[in-house]
């Protein structure tokens, strides 16, 4: 006898831009998801498991950080510059029609590099935040 759990599931409205959400659906029927709300469930997933590892640091940690964003965007003056005491360098690169791409070699004290990390994700010209500590 199968044993059925439901489990209540709140309903969200989100705006995603066409082109992302063009992606999204590429994505989905590329790697056999059911449904965009799936795609969703896994993204938010990872998002939280990757923010949960970001508070448990301690010390000094050394990190990747990769963002990409619009041509044009202000992201260096906003939160590299204000966080020197954590980049040691950075790779600028042109990627696609309108974006950018910067890789971030960073270095410090774990709630300064947290700081960091989450100045790069509120900037709202950033359009993605990849993290990967050493």
Same mark, same amino acid.
């Given at each position: 006898?199968?044993? %059925?759990?439901?489990? =209540?599931? $709140?309903?969200? +409205?989100? $705006? ?8 999204? #659906?590429? @994505?989905?029927? *590329?790697?056999? @998801? ?9 993204? %938010?997933?990872? @998002?939280? +498991? ?6 448990? %640091?301690?010390?000094?940690?050394? &990190? ?8 044009? !965007?202000?992201?260096? #003056?906003? $939160? ?8 040691? /360098? ?8 309108? @974006? =950018? ?8 004290? !774990?709630?300064?590099?947290? &700081?960091?990390?989450? $100045? ?7 359009? *993605?935040?990849?993290? /990967?500590?050493?």
């Amino acid at each position: 006898m199968a044993l %059925l759990i439901r489990t =209540c599931m $709140s309903i969200v +409205s989100l $705006s995603i831009p066409k082109p992302l959400l063009e992606k999204v #659906d590429s @994505y989905l029927k *590329e790697q056999g @998801y059911a449904n965009r709300s799936e795609v969703l469930r896994q993204a %938010l997933r990872s @998002y939280i +498991s990757e923010a949960k590892r970001l508070d448990e %640091l301690k010390g000094t940690v050394a &990190a990747t950080i990769t963002i990409i964003y619009q041509k044009g !965007a202000s992201t260096r #003056d906003d $939160s590299q510059h204000h966080s020197s005491n954590v980049v040691l /360098t950075f790779l600028h690169t042109h990627i696609e029609e309108g @974006y =950018c791409i910067e890789v971030i070699i960073a270095k410090g004290e !774990a709630h300064l590099m947290k &700081a960091f990390i989450e $100045s790069l994700r509120a900037n709202k010209q950033v359009s *993605e935040v990849k993290v /990967t500590i050493l």
